[in-house]
């Protein structure tokens, strides 16, 4: 089975500080892409990757960058926390167009 | 932009009923729908999924309709369990999305499914 890991599931942080979230698939698929889900607003795409060191911008990029060294690893970086970036973030992975494999999520809350 | 958006925010239903969730869509380019349900505390989980060629699909208990001319989409489960109780999106891509088919998804709100034992 496919396996999407993001590396915490709870983190609190203060405003201003540099945060990173990272998350690993196991099944060397090609895309991953970053969500942050919110109470009424459903998933919204931050980032995607369709290869190595290829990123483009989501729906809601701003205050956010992205990071794929690796094919099995893409981390979200938020430079500097603002507290409307309080939210839980989802990682996902897809071999190609379509079905996407999910984490966990990580509760990130930003006082 | 376009999006995805779904009727009712919440269904209750008891045990051993049908359920049926609502979605519509606005994007008259999207071909492929998905319908994910996510458990409380978990990741979104792919129930089932269709393109736009088809207007009916089953899996196992659940039913996926699709009707294109008034861009609507249903999920449809059969004999509903406590453990079906969560939320469930659905969600569309085309195969121009961001310009090739990269599984660019678009959510919809969700619907919060609870069923009563």
């Known amino acids: 089975d496919v396996k999407v890991t993001q590396s915490s599931r709870y983190l609190v942080k203060r405003t201003g500080e540099k945060v990173f979230l990272e998350c690993v698939q196991d099944m060397d698929h090609e895309n991953m892409f970053w969500y942050r889900q919110d109470p009424g607003l459903g998933l919204r795409l931050i980032y995607f990757s369709y290869d190595v060191k290829m990123k483009e911008k989501g729906d809601i990029p701003e205050g956010y960058s992205v990071s794929r060294e690796k094919k099995e690893r893409f981390s979200l970086i938020l430079e500097s926390a603002s507290t409307n970036q309080t939210s839980m973030y989802l990682c996902a992975s897809s071999l190609d167009a379509g079905e996407l494999f999910f984490g966990e999520g990580s509760r990130l809350t930003v006082l | 932009g376009e999006s995805v958006g779904l009727h009712l925010p919440t269904l209750s239903v008891q045990e051993g009923d049908n359920s049926i969730i609502n979605c519509a869509y606005s994007?008259?380019?999207?071909?492929?729908f998905i319908w994910y349900k996510q458990e409380s505390g978990k990741g979104p989980q792919f129930i089932i999924d269709i393109r736009s060629n088809m207007d009916k699909r089953q899996g196992q208990r659940v039913t996926v309709l699709l009707n294109k001319t008034v861009k609507h989409l249903s999920l449809q489960i059969a004999a509903t369990q406590p453990g079906d109780s969560a939320v469930y999106f659905c969600a569309e891509t085309s195969e121009n999305a961001g310009g090739t088919s990269y599984g660019k998804l678009t959510f919809g709100q969700g619907t919060i499914l609870t069923v009563h034992p």
């Open positions: 994007n008259s380019a999207s071909d492929y």
